[in-house]
């Protein structure tokens, strides 16, 4: 039997067998232009019965896609809107956080050459000719496991975000730098202090960089040089500081004293709260599961597509064999050509300032440098970096030291501080990130090599003269091989848009073709 034509008066006796449905008027079907299926009503306004909206063009009929939001799902009211930090608040004590972490990191690391001396002392032998070439190691692997952990904590900061990673990095630099201070030759500082307290730095270290982005936007370039500004202040500081304790207390309880600014670092860590939600899809959990998310998208190896970023990753790491000798060797050079008497120190102190007056001074410069352009200034730093090495055997006098440490610490801060704005131009600011992480992991075989390879010239030669005029070879060919980024750079950008335009082209023959095959209403009309 069929249907009923109104559902509300079905036939007599029969009460209940159909379904109460809910009334609708039934409109003439519609031809191919995008009205709804028959059974959808349309008022005038162009709101359907079920409360969606569809657009209606002059003619009074829907347009397809418009308005609705079955079709329009990036509108205004569905889209999540862009996350806006606040530019303050508890963003301040984060910042004040973060400049302890780059200050305690970096402040330890650069004063190793005062470290370095009391190594000499503590374990040296007048019969041990590789002596200087087995306690460079120490400071060497420290600086290195830094930079070697860089890919690896940025994977760990995308998984289990900004705080955790911190805090626990933090707990394991405190427990490597404790149990250095209980060895008793040189060999097991390899592990505590260059490898356990090191990578412990480097898990503390580069979430203090990404959490400064919850919080900042406009202000993010002030804030980051006040928080790169604490690793100048503290090897300002901190050589004297470690001076007096290794005289008065000696060099294991001097460690002691220094585990206390990883125990600060430790409970800075508890203030990185996050304010970014962590990427959907790196979770651990997919549909109450454990899953594990693909390689692919932990690791972003498609930048190495770009040329211009392949030159950048080869010759940072060039020019970075003879970067860190001068840290770690200077103030024993000194020492042996000068005197003992003379305030070496100091050295370390001019280091620091100039280096944050380069970042400061640099930085700012930058701003005004277009483009990729702006890693001219980088090889300009490498020449005179390398320039100043080599000047170094030829000062026999401490004041000609201290001007060569003054320029050398100014274009230290001008290599650093337009490392992140080079990368933003080279891969954009989606994959900076990784980007940089991959380049500071490239970064620590040069940085670990240079320093015992001179400390193997110093013990063979009986100086650090050949040592030092070396050191200053390979910062000038790193400069060299960077002249090539913005050529290479600027075929890539022609490639592109000649791509784009090919694209362009194929893409308006395309719609040209569709328009001649589509039928217009009046032929819709009159087929109907």
């Known amino acids: 039997m069929a249907p009923p034509a109104n559902e509300q008066d079905p036939p007599e006796g029969q009460q209940g067998l159909y379904p109460a449905l809910p009334v609708e008027e039934v409109t003439e079907e519609a031809p191919l232009n995008g009205v709804p299926p028959e059974g959808t009503a349309l008022h005038a306004d162009g709101k359907r019965e079920n409360g969606d909206y569809c657009a209606l063009d002059e003619a009074g009929a829907p347009v397809p896609g418009e308005g609705d939001p079955d079709v329009v799902r990036g509108s205004a009211e569905e889209a999540p809107k ?34 370095f001396i009391s190594l000499l002392e503590e374990f040296g032998s007048q019969d041990d000719k590789q002596l200087r070439f087995k306690t460079a190691w120490v400071n060497s692997l420290s600086m290195g496991m830094i930079f070697f952990c860089s890919p690896i904590v940025s994977v760990f900061t995308d998984l289990f975000g900004c705080r955790k990673t911190a805090v626990v990095g933090a707990a394991v630099g405190f427990i490597g730098l404790l149990s250095s201070s209980f060895v008793s030759s040189i060999e097991p500082l390899y592990f505590t202090y260059g490898i356990v307290f090191a990578c412990g730095c480097s898990f503390a270290y580069q979430p203090s960089l990404v959490i400064l982005g919850h919080y900042f936007k406009k202000r993010l370039g002030l804030v980051n040089g006040i928080v790169t500004a604490g690793s100048s202040l503290f090897t300002v500081a901190l050589p004297f500081i470690l001076r007096a304790l290794l005289d008065n207390v000696g060099l294991f309880n001097t460690l002691r004293i220094l585990c206390i600014l990883m125990f600060i670092l430790f409970l800075a860590g508890f203030t990185y709260i996050p304010l970014v939600p962590q990427r959907e899809d790196l979770s651990f959990k997919k549909n109450g599961k454990f899953s594990m998310p693909s390689a692919k998208k932990i690791f972003n190896f498609s930048i190495f597509r770009i040329t211009g970023y392949r030159v950048w990753v080869f010759g940072i790491p060039a020019a970075l064999f003879g970067y860190f000798v001068p840290y770690v060797h200077l103030l024993s050079h000194v020492k042996e050509r000068i005197g003992p008497d003379v305030n070496e ?56 030291l201290i001007a060569v440490c003054l320029f050398m610490g100014l274009f230290d801060g001008c290599f650093i501080c337009i490392m992140a704005p080079i990368a933003f131009e080279l891969v954009g600011s989606q994959d900076v ?81 569709s328009t001649a095959v589509t039928p217009t209403k ?3 009309e009159s087929v109907c």
Not at 99 to 109: L, S, Y
Not at 441 to 447: A, K
Not at 462 to 487: H, Q
């Open 82 to 115: 862009e996350f806006e930090p606040p530019e303050g608040g508890w963003g301040w004590v984060v910042m004040l956080a973060s400049m302890w972490c780059n200050g305690a990191v970096f402040g330890i690391q650069n004063a190793c050459g005062v470290l």
């Open 345 to 400: 120190e100091v050295l370390l102190l001019c280091l620091g300032i100039t280096s944050g007056v380069g970042r400061l001074l640099f930085g700012r410069i930058a701003d005004y440098i277009p483009g990729v352009k702006k890693v001219y200034l980088q090889v300009a730093s490498f020449f005179f970096i390398g320039l100043m090495s080599m000047m170094i055997p030829l000062c026999n006098a401490f004041g000609s």
């Open 433 to 513: 990130s990784q980007a940089i992480g991959f380049l500071l992991g490239f970064m620590s075989i040069p940085m670990m090599v240079g320093p015992p390879v001179a400390g193997i010239l110093r013990d063979l030669l009986g100086s650090y003269d050949i040592a030092f005029y070396l050191a200053g070879v390979p910062p000038m060919i790193g400069g060299a091989i960077l002249c090539l980024i913005p050529w290479f750079h600027q075929r890539e950008v022609q490639r592109k848009k000649k791509d784009a335009s090919i694209n362009g082209e194929t893409e308006d023959k395309m719609l040209g073709n």
């Open 522 to 524: 009046k032929e819709l």
